[in-house]
């Protein structure tokens, strides 16, 4: 279920980066409002129902992660935000109503997802973000290219 989490991660920033540029040529300007219509557009398409398997939390984090690139790339005039690979690093954000956390048990629930995962046994790194100041948790899962 991980795999196909990253790959709907996936397929929603890439889907928001080229309609992006596909909105750019044609002399519209998009922004995280407008990808996340999109991104509701494609769950719908018949062949992209397998969009809605997996929470929404990381697919609209995936967009907040590609404003954030579009944002930076404003700024600094550099760095336009890249298509991701499935042959390249991975990864997927979670916000802190996403997923559950069980230090006793030291194990983790992701929404829509029925598997616990033990710190034990993942095969993935996981960075647990958990500060008293912060108003929100985040979760980073990132898998390395296989």
């Not at 690139?69 to 600094?76: H, L, R």
Request: aromatic share 14%; hydrophobic share 40%.
């Amino acid at each position: 279920m991980l795999s196909q989490t990253f790959g709907c991660v996936r397929v929603a920033y890439n889907s928001a980066l080229a309609f992006s540029k596909a909105q750019y040529e044609l002399g519209n300007k998009t922004n995280y409002n407008d990808w996340s219509k999109n991104l509701t557009q494609l769950k719908k398409n018949p062949d992209l129902l397998w969009l809605k398997d997996i929470s929404s939390v990381p697919l609209q984090q995936a967009l907040k992660h590609l404003n954030k690139g579009f944002q930076s790339f404003f700024k600094s005039g550099f760095g336009y935000p890249k298509f991701k690979s499935k042959h390249h690093y991975q990864s997927a954000s979670y916000m802190s109503n996403g997923f559950k956390w069980d230090a006793d048990k030291q194990s983790l629930l992701l929404a829509k997802m029925k598997q616990v995962y033990s710190s034990v046994i993942m095969l993935i790194f996981v960075d647990y973000l958990l500060s008293q100041a912060a108003p929100t948790l985040l979760l980073f899962l990132n898998r390395e290219a296989s």
